[in-house]
């Protein structure tokens, strides 16, 4: 079957460095994408993996192992805007996209 | 330039009711796909179409059905609402076929009572 796994919750000191964790078992796997979305609101594009290595955008940066099938979401310099949930995703062969049920990130000051 | 739209923001519907939502995405963006979200869950894949053919389809039932016009916007149509509909619907788009970077819209409140 497909499933995604993810901590449900992480906890972080304002100005810290956290790492948000996804595994990940699908039929074609494609690539993997993280997604921010803050109560209320849609969830934003943050980055996407095709090939294993570390892609990095600013203060966050996602990393790949297509032969671990892990992949995690690292946040520097952590902002209490930061606060939100995080989602992992992948994108099939298929063109479905498959969400994991999220972390919810919680900044302490 | 704007980005995805999506019409109604908010929706009470009566069980056994049908509802149609709509989506505009972004300018020059072919691709259009469909979720379901319930509070507390991750976004759950519905449809993606892209040049109006549909390139993917999530486990939903056959009560949910989409179609993409020829200016790429699309309609997410629900037949026979049940309580368990009930769920923010969002809609995302992207450039090309395969779902790299999508973007997404505010999505639309769906109530059924």
């Known amino acids: 079957g497909q499933s995604l796994e993810q901590p449900s919750e992480v906890t972080a000191v304002e100005g810290a460095i956290v790492q948000i964790n996804c595994t990940y078992q699908?039929?074609?796997?494609?690539?993997l994408s993280w997604y921010q979305q803050h109560d209320g609101g849609a969830p934003t594009f943050l980055s996407y993996?095709?090939?294993?290595g570390l892609e990095e955008t600013g203060r966050f940066s996602s990393f790949l192992s297509r032969s671990d099938s892990y992949g995690y979401l690292l946040l520097q310099e952590l902002q209490m805007k930061d606060s939100a949930s995080y989602f992992c995703?992948?994108?099939?062969?298929?063109?479905?996209?498959?969400f994991g049920k999220g972390t919810r990130l919680h900044i302490l000051p | 330039d704007a980005g995805v739209t999506q019409s109604p923001t908010h929706l009470i519907k009566t069980r056994g009711q049908h509802v149609t939502l709509r989506c505009s995405p972004i300018?020059?963006?072919?691709?259009v796909s469909w979720y379901q979200q319930v509070l507390g869950q991750g976004p759950q894949f519905i449809f993606q179409?892209?040049?109006?053919?549909?390139?993917g389809r999530g486990n939903f039932p056959d009560r949910f059905s989409a179609r993409q016009f020829p200016n790429y916007s699309s309609e997410l149509n629900v037949n026979a609402l049940l309580l368990g509909d009930s769920a923010l619907y969002l809609c995302?788009?992207?450039?090309?076929?395969?779902?790299?970077?999508?973007?997404f819209g505010q999505g639309t409140r769906l109530t059924v009572v």
């Open positions: 995302a788009s992207s450039l090309g076929s395969t779902n790299t970077e999508a973007f």
């Open positions: 699908t039929s074609g796997f494609y690539g």
């Open positions: 993996n095709a090939l294993d």
């Open positions: 995703a992948v994108t099939e062969r298929d063109d479905k996209i498959i």
């Open positions: 300018s020059g963006h072919k691709s």
């Open positions: 179409y892209y040049e109006k053919e549909e390139r």
